[in-house]
């Protein structure tokens, strides 16, 4: 295996808890979810590095780091969707950037500028439970 990185969330609780997912606060998501237009920031969040997927997975040692993100969604393309009726959301697929960086001891990655972004899919939606 080649990976020797591995930034996420957590699962919280481990084992039974949500996969990668943290409550970040409001003020930091702006969404518009019918014009599929939103964005989401968030600067030097602390998570743990696992080096690998399986690591993370067994919620094994890890590394303390931080990461910054922004996030831009920038138009609705057209109606989306779900392709299963599992899914119980209505949305529309949108075009998508993102800039991302992350530091530990020893370490540092930022990704290149936001504008240079490939978009192949993106959906902003609104869930219904």
């Known amino acids: ?5 591995d930034f996420n969330l957590d699962i919280n609780p481990f084992p039974g808890g949500l996969f990668w997912t943290r409550r970040f606060p409001e003020e930091t998501v702006s969404a518009d979810p019918g014009s ?7 600067k030097d969040v602390k998570l743990p590095d696992y080096g690998n997927i399986g690591n993370a997975l067994q ?3 890890s590394v303390a780091a ?12 057209g109606p989306f969707t779900p392709p299963s009726s599992l899914f119980v959301f ?4 949108t075009g ?28 902003l939606g609104h869930e219904s439970n």
């Open 96 to 123: 998508a950037t993102v800039e991302w960086s992350a530091t530990e001891a020893g370490f540092a990655f930022k990704s290149d500028p936001a504008n240079t972004s490939t978009n192949n899919f993106a959906v």
């Open 90 to 93: 209505t949305g529309h697929t």
């Open 66 to 77: 931080e990461a910054s993100f922004a996030v831009r969604w920038t138009g609705a393309t």
């Open 59 to 61: 919620d094994g040692a």
């Open 36 to 42: 599929g237009i939103a964005s989401m920031t968030a």
């Open 1 to 5: 295996m080649d990976q020797i990185h």
